[in-house]
């Protein structure tokens, strides 16, 4: 059985996330969540838990 993960990407430019795509198995199961500002990122994490944030450096 594939692993599932659940990642959050807050402001995530689109080369960030081409390196991590490439860098989680393929059998895997992944579910993307997206976070545009602080607010957003507020009600993203109070929704449900992740297994990985990635969070832009500059915001």
């Not at 198995?25 to 109070?46: C, G």
Request: hydrophobic fraction near 45%; charge should be negative; aromatic fraction near 8%.
């Amino acid at each position: 059985m594939a692993k599932a993960y659940r990642i959050l990407l807050v402001n995530v430019d689109s080369q960030s996330l081409a390196r991590l795509w490439a860098g989680l198995p393929s059998e895997s199961e992944i579910e993307f969540v997206t976070a545009a500002n602080p607010s957003d990122l507020k009600v993203r994490l109070t929704e449900q838990k992740y297994d990985l944030v990635v969070v832009d450096p500059w915001v």
